[in-house]
């Protein structure tokens, strides 16, 4: 049942120290046997949960989270949301991601705050210029709201954005997607979550899958930190240690995992209303609700699982900034923070059945995958719901590093990878 809180109940709530306060979703013991296991309560994994109670009528689901939801990439991400992928398979994944974010408030009942306020990808040169024009073409031929815009423009749309042609890298137009933007992270968590629970959904944090039960090649449950559980369906979808997981099943993933770091300035009054993004001097910024700069940069070079980065990177992304935006050297820094991501060879994820029958992989999102995770979810519970993938995954299958048909999405990551 969900819960309403008017204005009154709140103020109740907040004089008695919220002692009658409900919880969002219940906190179960793990029950011995699901139809589904769900590994991961990030974004991607909430979102798989809803979608198998609520699409595909799945009720007796459990999320299994080793420490608590959203405390991986989902609260730590920089929160951009856009559509505007080059090739034909990741924009249409993308962009039915982008339908599900326009209706998501409504739908789980949970202010995600998702403002589209626009998302400018800078060119620097003239090649960056080809680049963009050939991705704005793809991106119109399927229906994405991608326009060109000049230099002249953009120093009209973004006041504070040095457009000068003596800039050491000046800037000579972009593109722009005005329904891309951005959410609140933490939001997207707790509301798919309460939605989850809601209709049913187990949502157990604190306990750490460890090991995976196979039979005969069919897989039968999961170890946990809390002990057994079984389940002939089980989906993994565990970020940053995807490859760490798919080792214990025996299968080898091609993923390398890398630091991803962002920070934030103090709160100044509204300064930015949009998304400005720049490949070349590897830099994109956003404001905060709360009024705060978010910025962030490529990942660090080396492969880790410390969820921090290295200062160079964070020095680089600063110097970007002030290169785009002149008055924010005087800005002070609040603080910064690492994920981490992993990255597939060509920049997208791996939405696949494995070779072990009911074990399924949803990772590889990289830099990336915030934008994806409605769409993603909705994607993962089909393919689980069905052991077959939907027509908008089938391409990110496991199979394409063997048969060769990548989809290069690195230019569109945007993120240095
Ligand atoms: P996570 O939120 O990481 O969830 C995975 C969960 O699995 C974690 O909670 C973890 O604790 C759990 N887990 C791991 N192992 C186990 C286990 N053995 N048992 C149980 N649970 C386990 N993407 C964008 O689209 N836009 C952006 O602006 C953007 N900015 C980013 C900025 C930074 C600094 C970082 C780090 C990432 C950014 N991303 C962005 C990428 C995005 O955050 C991720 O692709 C996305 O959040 C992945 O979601 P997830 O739910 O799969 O992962
Ligand atoms: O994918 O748009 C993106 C992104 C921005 C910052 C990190 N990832």
Request: charged share 15%.
């Amino acid at each position: 049942m969900v819960q309403r809180y008017s204005a009154f109940s709140l103020v109740k709530n907040a004089l008695s120290g919220n002692q009658k306060w409900q919880r969002a979703w219940r906190d179960p013991e793990p029950k011995p046997h699901y139809d589904a296991i769900v590994v991961g309560g990030g974004g991607h994994g909430l979102a798989t949960a809803y979608y198998l109670a609520k699409e595909q009528g799945l009720k007796n689901v459990a999320v299994l989270e080793k420490g608590w939801v959203g405390g991986g990439n989902t609260g730590r991400n920089t929160t951009i949301v856009r559509s505007n992928y080059l090739w034909t398979e990741s924009s249409l994944l993308y962009e039915k991601a982008m339908q599900l974010w326009e209706g998501l408030s409504a739908d789980i009942n949970y202010n995600v705050m998702f403002s589209q306020r626009g998302v400018y990808n800078l060119g620097h040169s003239l090649q960056d210029m080809r680049d963009i024009e050939r991705r704005v073409a793809a991106n119109r031929l399927n229906g994405i709201d991608a326009q060109m815009v000049s230099a002249k423009t953009l120093a009209h749309a973004i006041p504070g954005l040095n457009t000068s042609p003596s800039a050491r890298y000046p800037i000579l137009g972009a593109s722009y997607q005005p329904r891309a933007g951005v959410a609140r992270h933490d939001a997207v968590a707790w509301g798919f979550a309460r939605a989850a629970d809601a209709l049913g959904v187990d949502i157990i944090q604190q306990c750490e899958v460890t090991g995976f039960d196979i039979k005969s090649g069919q897989v039968t449950g999961v170890q946990t930190t809390r002990g057994p559980i079984a389940s002939n369906r089980v989906g993994v979808v565990t970020a940053g240690h995807a490859s760490v997981m798919a080792e214990k099943a025996g299968i080898r993933l091609p993923l390398e995992s890398h630091p991803l770091q962002a920070f934030v300035s103090e709160p100044l009054k509204p300064v930015l209303d949009t998304v400005v993004m720049s490949n070349a001097v590897h830099g994109y910024i956003s404001q905060s609700d709360k009024g705060e700069l978010v910025i962030g940069a490529g990942i660090d070079g080396y492969l880790g699982y410390g969820q921090r980065g290295s200062f160079s990177t964070i020095e680089h992304a600063v110097q970007a900034i002030v290169e785009l935006f002149p008055q924010f050297s005087r800005v002070r820094m609040l603080r910064m923070w690492g994920g981490i991501v992993d990255v597939s060879p060509d920049a997208c994820p791996i939405i696949s059945k494995t070779p072990v029958n009911g074990l399924y992989f949803n990772c590889g999102w990289g830099t990336g995958g915030f934008k994806a995770t409605p769409g993603s979810g909705w994607v993962f519970a089909h393919t689980m719901a069905h052991d077959k993938a939907h027509a908008l995954n089938e391409a990110f299958s496991l199979g394409r590093f063997e048969s060769g048909a990548l989809i290069d999405e690195h230019g569109a990551a945007a993120v240095a990878h």
